[in-house]
């Protein structure tokens, strides 16, 4: 079995404003990734411990995060601090949520597969890079690089040259458009390309290339062929 990547992207960052949520997918286990007033982002399991409601669906007050179904709300170390039924109990410390680590770089969010996921190990930082947009796709992440590594950029007619920065990030060069690609794996032939370029890209015409990479993401091998 091929070993999972220690840090997995989940987000473009500017995707998830401050006092917000949203859900991701990280290979078949669902997470809820938010920001809390000060704009640091969490990572955690979408399951309220309760009554297993995804806190993705939740709102987000100060430095907690409420579950939407009976309002139980969590700090960011993931315990539970305030019970709205029960508004003096003393929450016992083993009502909590699952929480992984985060982390961000390059434009996007991160999540390690740990609580303790190592920082050193996330890509390194790289100046001056704004964001394209993420796209969703059934497809598998051989398919994947081979379609990225085969597709021009815009305004060039030669394939990218391509450089693997780690399993599961990527960057592709043509003149003077650099694009980053990180790739999320959702599942079985399921995943996310989360897409940021160098300042002074060409981002609307990289935003159509995305559309268009997209569609031939999810074309079957037999028609492309």
Not at 81 to 97: E, F, G, K, S, Y
Not at 110 to 118: F, M, N, Q, V
Not at 150 to 166: F, M, N, Q, R
Request: glycine share 6%; charged share 15%; with cysteine.
């Amino acid at each position: 079995m091929t070993p999972q990547p220690i840090w997995s992207p989940v987000a473009l960052s500017n995707m998830v404003d401050p006092s917000t949520s949203t859900g991701a997918v990280v290979n078949g286990a669902e997470l809820v990734v938010w920001r809390d007033s000060s704009g640091k982002a969490h990572v955690w399991e979408d399951r309220c411990p309760h009554r297993g409601m995804r806190m993705s669906f939740g709102f987000v007050r100060g430095d907690h995060l409420a579950c939407l179904y009976h309002g139980w709300q969590y700090d960011t170390a993931g315990q539970c601090r305030h019970i709205p039924a029960h508004p003096q109990l003393d929450v016992p410390q083993t009502i909590r949520m699952q929480t992984f680590a985060s982390a961000e770089r390059n434009g996007i969010i991160w999540a390690g597969s740990t609580t303790e996921a190592d920082p050193a190990l996330l890509p390194a930082e790289i100046a001056g890079l704004v964001p394209v947009r993420s796209l969703y796709a059934d497809c598998t992440m051989e398919k994947a690089l081979a379609i990225l590594a085969a597709t021009p950029l815009p305004g060039v007619s030669d394939a990218p040259k391509i450089e693997t920065i780690s399993e599961n990030y990527i960057s592709l060069t043509a003149g003077a458009t650099r694009l980053l690609v990180a790739i999320q794996s959702m599942g079985d032939a399921k995943l996310a390309l989360h897409l940021m370029a160098n300042e002074g890209a060409p981002i609307a015409a990289l935003a159509r290339y995305a559309q268009a990479l997209r569609l031939a993401l999810e074309t079957p091998l037999a028609e492309v062929a």
